[in-house]
């Protein structure tokens, strides 16, 4: 190419994609001598410089998930250097509203001995029949081919791919009756851009310095069968013949093509649906005694993620196998190869999972595993078994028949010449899968048995299985065991997974939700979100049959069926769009943005290393609470609480169960709704100490220990919020741990405002249940995406808990608030990166402001449990003075009158008290009935020196009471006075105004 500017425009005219950001091809030095890695890196300003590029630090963070990035345009500069080979230079097609200006279809020597060549002209005729001109270019290397058409104007990537698709398959290049051949990709390779894929995928462009003086990286002359460049490339280029989108639309309605077609189903919520996609596999040409199986395998793999029919599949690995395997693998070895990938992944699916190779002899082992002697080759489970949910190379241990009618039959000698087969168990039975959950280590297994022409799945402990005590109890779940059968059973199942162990399915799993695998990844119910995207429950089967996931992958399973339950209430419906929507219009009003925030919260409690919290929303109206409420669980799943599984729950429940859900919710809110549903249940006492246990297991994120057969279970602890609502705050309730209400934000009035919003609460209620599970989601993900941050995130929330503690002013209680508010600001912040379409009406630290103004103060002075119970109690003490001896009623002759129930203490009457004293059961008693802890009461007490003490620094002296000297608990005067503000000075009489 000319360096001219005329050049570089006509150039960027044609081989047009993304011009904000290039790809540049890089080389890294290897060991030895010999060259590392290489592939394509966008261009980055921030690339490797310290303290800012993450890999400058040894973070393999992917450019396009980096937050530091800074990419360059494309520039005429750039081009040069291409042109003139000092660099190589790439293109992404796809732009960001999901056209293209071109499609090329990619072309390989996958194997190293196949020309690609015919493949290209059989694609090219198909082109031009159809009324399309291709353009012809050899790739890079020279061992391949680009096959280009170029459109006018930019077309929607989805027709250009849908008609390439198509019209290679007229050619006989993909479908499900075709064998091996050289076509392997699209450019470009998606519908549209996802947040799995920011960029797409890329193609090499041309006309590269070096490679052009090969002759490759130019367009090739058909008259040549494109084995030749054209001589005059620019006359070429500036009379190209391109499509429009109509020629396109054309070809769609003629042959009946459609936008959902070709696709993998993706398992993100996040992303979308991609089209299929291989990886090209590098056949050798002879391949070694070693490699044949995972060679072969791999080949399989590939062919059947284009989409080709399991007989084609077949065929192509029997010809690499005689061609190419030194020696040739037996026929029904390849055959094992074909059904391992054809029945474990669905057709168009990249396998995920490596498949280990054919299995070496275990005779002798196997004779010491089952007790049996073993034939020298073991038969496979689906050769006697044909829909057993297991691995195709999964074998039969030992000598045995396996019959979906008759059981199991095992082979037997008596050493007297008798021998043959003897039916010892009911029913078949396999090994499906192992399950190790990834916080104990604890292992379980999936066992499957066929009766009543079906098979049977159940999960147990491994234990189970190991133990003949043990395994009759599997009779619980409809196996046929009994006590005859248990011996047989428990050798034959550890032979199986001794023989097996290499085809086992090996499954991580979570019994809680959250942070998982060193906070790399995040189990939103039974979502795995990671940086890369969202495995999704629908892409997992958890129940019937092996799981077709990656070692990496954690999948959720409940400890019972309550928290499978639970599990099934995180999911998603409608858009983020609508949600949106409404959250911009509800979150007007501070209470419902506060508790909006809260929800959000979790996740990143883990992060800042912040504690616990708890929100409420409390007042009598009826209107918004709920509401609220249904916002906030909209943020994770289902907020429907008549739903069966929903995020929002009801205080009608125990404290078992909250610490127990406290504990799976880890990272993610409990939701109750309406306090009085417990008031309503229960008698006041019990109803009372179960908000309290609640308030208090929630504020610490710790349930309470309890004692089990082997000793003390262990207590998880757990990172989480707890919202609520009531008609009354639940502080009001929760008496006992001061410190617990210190983590208690509460909210009083109506969410909405006094002013009656019926049509925007009713909006709330409608949109948020049909658009729900979306936000919270994109919150993690954004997290995850830029871990680089995490550090600095933490440091920011620090300077945030700085300010809010200034506003305490040196107060214990108000500094506690200080960390919700100041998670509250950061958790704000984060969702203004996360969510782009979330509009904050006002700064957000605006509103908490006046949340804090409104609400810190008093909560301050309601948190300090004691020094309310001191309140309680002196003002009982002014408003009964006559049950206290020293201002009791006296008779006629000067005795004292004791009041009902006796004296309660002494109060000396008159100015010159020096304390109130009360005895030890009415203080109990009264303490108790305000709902204070006694204990705790007296203990806080004595420490701040409200208390009298005796000459042996004892809580009780002894007070003369008419007559008696009993022992009772004396508070100062000082202490009431001081710390209550009561003023016992007499008051002085009016003046007469009528004289003496």
Same mark, same amino acid.
Request: proline share 6%.
């Given at each position: 190419?000319?360096?001219?500017?005329?050049?570089?425009? !006509?150039?960027?005219?044609?081989?047009?994609?993304?011009?904000?950001?290039?790809?540049?091809?890089?080389?890294?030095?290897?060991?030895?001598?010999?060259?590392?890695?290489?592939?394509?890196?966008?261009?980055?300003?921030?690339?490797?410089?310290?303290?800012?590029?993450?890999?400058?630090?040894?973070?393999?963070?992917?450019?396009?998930?980096?937050?530091?990035?800074?990419?360059?345009?494309?520039?005429?500069?750039? !081009?040069?250097?291409?042109?003139e080979g000092k660099h190589i230079l790439g293109v992404y097609p796809l732009l960001p509203d999901g056209t293209c200006w071109f499609v090329a279809a990619d072309f390989d020597d996958h194997s190293g001995?196949?020309?690609?060549?015919?493949?290209?002209?059989?694609?090219?005729?198909?082109?031009?029949?159809?009324?399309?001109?291709?353009?012809?270019?050899?790739?890079?290397?020279?061992?391949?081919?680009?096959?280009?058409?170029?459109?006018?104007?930019?077309?929607?990537?989805?027709?250009?791919?849908?008609?390439?698709?198509?019209?290679?398959?007229?050619?006989?290049?993909? @479908?499900?009756?075709?064998?091996?051949?050289?076509?392997?990709?699209?450019?470009?390779?998606?519908?549209?851009?996802?947040?799995?894929?920011?960029?797409?995928?890329?193609?090499?462009?041309?006309?590269?310095?070096?490679?052009?003086?090969?002759?490759?990286?130019?367009?090739?002359?058909?008259? #040549? &069968?494109?084995?030749?460049?054209?001589?005059?490339?620019?006359?070429?280029?500036?009379?190209?013949?391109? =499509?429009?989108?109509?020629?396109?639309?054309?070809?769609?309605?003629?042959?009946?093509?459609?936008?959902?077609?070709?696709?993998?189903?993706?398992?993100?919520? *996040? @992303?979308?649906?991609?089209?299929?996609?291989?990886?090209?596999?590098?056949?050798?040409?002879?391949?070694?005694?070693?490699?044949?199986?995972?060679?072969?395998?791999?080949? =399989?793999?590939?062919?059947?993620?284009?989409?080709?029919?399991?007989?084609?599949?077949?065929?192509?690995?029997?010809?690499?196998?005689?061609?190419?395997?030194?020696?040739?693998?037996?026929?029904?070895?390849?055959?094992?190869?074909?059904?391992?990938?054809?029945?474990?992944?669905?057709? @168009?699916?990249?396998?995920?999972?490596?498949?280990?190779?054919?299995?070496?002899?275990?005779?002798?082992?196997?004779?010491?595993?089952?007790?049996?002697?073993?034939?020298?080759?073991?038969?496979?489970?689906?050769?006697?078994?044909?829909?057993?949910?297991?691995?195709?190379?999964?074998?039969?241990?030992?000598?045995?028949?396996?019959?979906?009618?008759?059981?199991?039959?095992?082979?037997?000698?008596?050493?007297?010449g008798q021998a043959g087969f003897k039916h010892v168990f009911p029913v078949a039975i396999v090994l499906v899968e192992r399950l190790k959950c990834v916080h104990t280590g604890k292992e379980q297994v999936?066992?499957?048995?066929?009766?009543?022409?079906?098979?049977?799945?159940?999960?147990?402990?491994?234990?189970?299985?190991?133990?003949?005590?043990?395994?009759?109890?599997?009779?619980?779940?409809?196996?046929?065991?009994?006590?005859?059968?248990?011996?047989?059973?428990?050798?034959?199942?550890?032979?199986?997974?001794?023989?097996?162990?290499?085809?086992?399915?090996?499954?991580?799993?979570?019994?809680?939700? /959250?942070?998982?695998?060193?906070?790399?990844?995040?189990?939103?119910?039974?979502?795995?979100?990671?940086?890369?995207?969202?495995?999704?429950?629908?892409?997992?089967?958890?129940?019937?049959?092996?799981?077709?996931?990656?070692?990496?992958?954690?999948?959720?399973? %409940?400890?019972?069926?309550?928290?499978?339950?639970?599990? &099934?209430?995180?999911?998603?419906?409608?858009? *983020?769009?609508?949600?949106?929507?409404?959250?911009?219009?509800?979150?007007?009003?501070?209470?419902?943005?506060?508790?909006?925030?809260?929800?959000?919260?979790?996740?990143?409690?883990?992060?800042? %290393?912040?504690?616990?919290?708890?929100?409420?929303?409390?007042?009598?109206?009826?209107?918004?609470?709920?509401?609220?409420?249904?916002?906030?669980?909209?943020?994770?799943?289902?907020?429907?609480?008549?739903?069966?599984?929903?995020?929002?729950?009801?205080?009608?429940?125990?404290?078992?169960?909250?610490?127990?859900?406290?504990? !799976?919710?880890?990272?993610?809110?409990?939701?109750?709704?309406?306090?009085?549903?417990?008031?309503? #249940?229960?008698?006041?006492?019990?109803?009372?100490?179960l908000v309290n246990a609640v308030v208090y297991a929630y504020a610490s994120g710790k349930g309470r220990g309890r004692g089990s057969v082997q000793g003390t279970q262990r207590t998880g602890s757990f990172?989480?919020?707890?919202?609520?609502?009531?008609?009354?705050?639940?502080?009001? =309730?929760?008496?006992?741990?001061?410190?617990?209400?210190?983590?208690?934000?509460?909210?009083?009035?109506?969410?909405?405002?006094?002013?009656?919003?019926?049509? *925007?609460?009713?909006?709330?209620?409608?949109?948020?249940?049909?658009?729900? %599970?979306?936000?919270?989601?994109?919150?993690?993900?954004?997290?995850?995406?830029?871990?680089?941050?995490?550090?600095?995130?933490?440091?920011?929330?620090?300077?945030?808990?700085?300010?809010?503690?200034?506003? =305490?002013?040196?107060?214990?209680?108000?500094?506690?608030?200080?960390?919700?508010?100041?998670?509250?600001?950061?958790?704000?912040?984060?969702?203004?990166?996360?969510?782009?379409?979330?509009? !904050?009406?006002?700064?957000?630290?605006?509103?908490?402001?006046?949340?804090?103004?409104?609400?810190?103060?008093?909560?301050?002075?309601?948190?300090?449990?004691?020094?309310?119970?001191?309140?309680?109690?002196?003002?009982?003490?002014?408003?009964?003075?006559?049950?206290?001896?020293?201002?009791?009623?006296?008779?006629?002759?000067?005795?004292?009158?004791?009041?009902?129930? /006796?004296?309660? %203490?002494?109060?000396?009457?008159?100015?010159?008290?020096?304390?109130?004293?009360?005895?030890?059961?009415?203080?109990?008693?009264?303490?108790?009935?305000?709902?204070?802890?006694?204990?705790?009461?007296?203990?806080?007490?004595?420490?701040? @020196?409200?208390?009298?003490?005796?000459?042996?620094?004892?809580?009780?002296?002894?007070?003369?009471?008419?007559?008696?000297?009993?022992?009772?608990?004396?508070?100062?005067?000082?202490?009431?006075?001081?710390?209550?503000?009561?003023?016992?000075?007499? &008051?002085?009489?009016?003046?007469?105004?009528?004289?003496?």
């Open positions: 190419m000319n360096g001219q500017i005329d050049y570089y425009g !006509l150039f960027k005219s044609i081989f047009r994609g993304r011009d904000d950001v290039v790809p540049k091809h890089f080389t890294t030095a290897g060991t030895n001598g010999k060259t590392g890695r290489s592939g394509y890196a966008p261009i980055c300003n921030n690339f490797w410089k310290t303290g800012i590029c993450p890999k400058a630090s040894g973070d393999k963070t992917a450019c396009d998930k980096c937050s530091s990035r800074d990419y360059v345009p494309l520039s005429d500069a750039l !081009l040069q250097g291409h042109f001995d196949r020309n690609p060549l015919a493949d290209v002209l059989a694609y090219a005729e198909a082109l031009t029949t159809a009324g399309l001109t291709p353009y012809v270019l050899r790739s890079k290397s020279g061992k391949g081919f680009h096959v280009y058409l170029f459109f006018a104007a930019p077309v929607p990537a989805w027709k250009a791919r849908r008609v390439a698709f198509s019209l290679l398959q007229e050619a006989g290049l993909v @479908g499900e009756d075709v064998s091996v051949n050289s076509f392997d990709r699209l450019f470009p390779n998606q519908d549209e851009l996802s947040p799995t894929k920011p960029l797409g995928n890329l193609i090499g462009l041309p006309y590269q310095g070096e490679a052009s003086k090969f002759g490759h990286t130019l367009l090739l002359d058909p008259a #040549s &069968d494109y084995t030749t460049a054209f001589t005059e490339q620019l006359a070429v280029l500036t009379s190209l013949i391109r =499509a429009s989108e109509a020629d396109l639309d054309t070809i769609i309605a003629a042959r009946g093509l459609a936008k959902d077609a070709p696709k993998v189903a993706t398992p993100s919520a *996040l @992303g979308g649906a991609v089209p299929a996609t291989t990886k090209p596999i590098q056949v050798p040409a002879l391949i070694p005694e070693t490699k044949r199986n995972d060679t072969l395998f791999r080949v =399989a793999a590939s062919l059947h993620a284009k989409g080709l029919s399991d007989q084609a599949i077949r065929e192509a690995l029997l010809a690499e196998n005689a061609a190419k395997c030194v020696p040739p693998l037996d026929t029904q070895e390849v055959e094992d190869i074909v059904q391992n990938v054809t029945a474990r992944y669905a057709k @168009g699916v990249s396998a995920a999972v490596a498949v280990p190779g054919a299995l070496a002899s275990l005779d002798a082992t196997m004779t010491a595993a089952s007790g049996n002697a073993a034939p020298t080759q073991l038969p496979t489970i689906h050769s006697m078994l044909p829909d057993a949910p297991v691995s195709a190379n999964a074998v039969v241990p030992g000598k045995m028949n396996l019959s979906l009618h008759d059981g199991i039959a095992a082979w037997v000698d008596n050493g007297k999936k066992l499957a048995w066929h009766m009543d022409d079906a098979w049977h799945f159940q999960i147990v402990d491994r234990k189970v299985i190991a133990d003949t005590r043990d395994i009759v109890s599997l009779a619980s779940y409809g196996l046929p065991i009994t006590s005859e059968h248990k011996e047989f059973l428990v050798k034959y199942l550890s032979a199986y997974d001794f023989v097996n162990r290499r085809c086992i399915p090996l499954i991580q799993v979570s019994s809680r939700f /959250g942070w998982q695998d060193g906070n790399e990844s995040f189990l939103w119910g039974r979502n795995l979100i990671t940086q890369d995207g969202m495995l999704s429950a629908a892409a997992i089967n958890t129940k019937n049959g092996p799981s077709a996931i990656g070692a990496a992958t954690i999948v959720f399973r %409940g400890s019972d069926d309550g928290d499978e339950q639970v599990a &099934d209430g995180f999911v998603c419906s409608g858009s *983020l769009t609508g949600w949106l929507a409404t959250a911009n219009r509800a979150i007007v009003h501070p209470i419902p943005f506060v508790v909006m925030l809260a929800s959000f919260a979790p996740p990143l409690l883990t992060l800042i %290393g912040a504690s616990n919290f708890v929100v409420e929303t409390a007042g009598i109206t009826s209107t918004g609470k709920t509401s609220t409420q249904r916002l906030a669980a909209s943020v994770w799943g289902c907020p429907d609480e008549r739903a069966e599984a929903s995020v929002l729950h009801t205080w009608d429940t125990t404290r078992i169960w909250v610490e127990r859900t406290g504990g !799976l919710l880890n990272g993610l809110p409990l939701i109750l709704d309406d306090t009085k549903r417990v008031f309503s #249940s229960l008698p006041q006492k019990e109803a009372r100490a990172r989480s919020v707890l919202i609520s609502s009531g008609e009354e705050p639940c502080t009001g =309730a929760s008496t006992q741990h001061g410190g617990a209400r210190a983590r208690v934000l509460s909210l009083w009035g109506a969410p909405f405002g006094s002013a009656p919003q019926p049509d *925007l609460v009713k909006d709330v209620n409608v949109t948020v249940m049909a658009n729900y %599970g979306f936000a919270g989601p994109y919150l993690v993900r954004h997290l995850l995406m830029h871990r680089a941050y995490w550090a600095v995130w933490k440091e920011e929330f620090q300077q945030l808990q700085g300010f809010y503690a200034t506003l =305490a002013e040196g107060n214990n209680v108000a500094g506690r608030l200080a960390e919700i508010f100041a998670v509250l600001e950061f958790t704000a912040l984060r969702l203004l990166e996360a969510l782009p379409g979330l509009v !904050l009406p006002r700064p957000t630290r605006e509103v908490l402001r006046g949340i804090w103004d409104a609400t810190v103060a008093d909560a301050a002075q309601d948190a300090d449990r004691a020094l309310a119970a001191l309140r309680d109690v002196a003002e009982w003490a002014i408003a009964n003075q006559q049950k206290f001896y020293g201002r009791h009623k006296s008779d006629s002759t000067g005795h004292p009158i004791e009041p009902h129930g /006796g004296f309660v %203490g002494r109060f000396d009457a008159g100015d010159s008290f020096t304390y109130i004293s009360f005895l030890r059961k009415p203080l109990c008693d009264l303490l108790e009935k305000f709902g204070h802890d006694v204990s705790a009461t007296v203990r806080v007490w004595s420490e701040r @020196g409200w208390l009298l003490a005796d000459s042996k620094g004892r809580n009780q002296r002894q007070v003369r009471i008419n007559g008696t000297k009993p022992a009772a608990y004396c508070i100062k005067r000082a202490a009431l006075e001081t710390e209550v503000g009561m003023d016992f000075r007499p &008051d002085q009489e009016p003046p007469n105004p009528f004289g003496s």
